[in-house]
């Protein structure tokens, strides 16, 4: 969640919107994001409804989502999906990758 804070400048001239969901409350989250100096919305998802449809529920019923990254285009198609997230790399790795999807379509 940090890297995507540190990369924020990036997103913002990529023009990207960045949010972030766990199933924790939104007490929790608000916590999360002051301690953290986060900038962009945390969304929560209590009941997992979101964390189902999207697949990234922990097998078992364990309360916490994986790490998981989608990248959605302004038409609101899903372009990529990161599983394996390196926290202290992800910012700057998903603008590089940003850039290329935006160059392929062009």
């Known amino acids: 969640m940090c ?15 960045v949010y972030g969901i766990s199933f924790d409350d939104v007490s929790s989250q608000a916590s999360f994001a002051r301690k953290h100096g986060l900038a962009y919305p945390l969304l929560s998802d209590p009941d997992q409804s979101v964390g189902r449809k999207y697949g990234v ?14 990248v959605i285009d302004d038409l609101g198609v899903l ?21 290329k999807l935006r160059a392929a379509r062009k």
């Open 57 to 70: 529920t922990r097998a078992g019923g364990r309360p916490f989502a994986q790490r998981v990254t989608f």
């Open 3 to 17: 890297s995507l804070r540190d990369a924020a400048k990036s997103f913002a001239k990529l023009q990207v919107k």
């Open 79 to 99: 372009r990529h999906v990161s599983s394996k997230v390196a926290v202290s790399t992800h910012g700057a790795e998903l603008v590089e990758l940003i850039e």
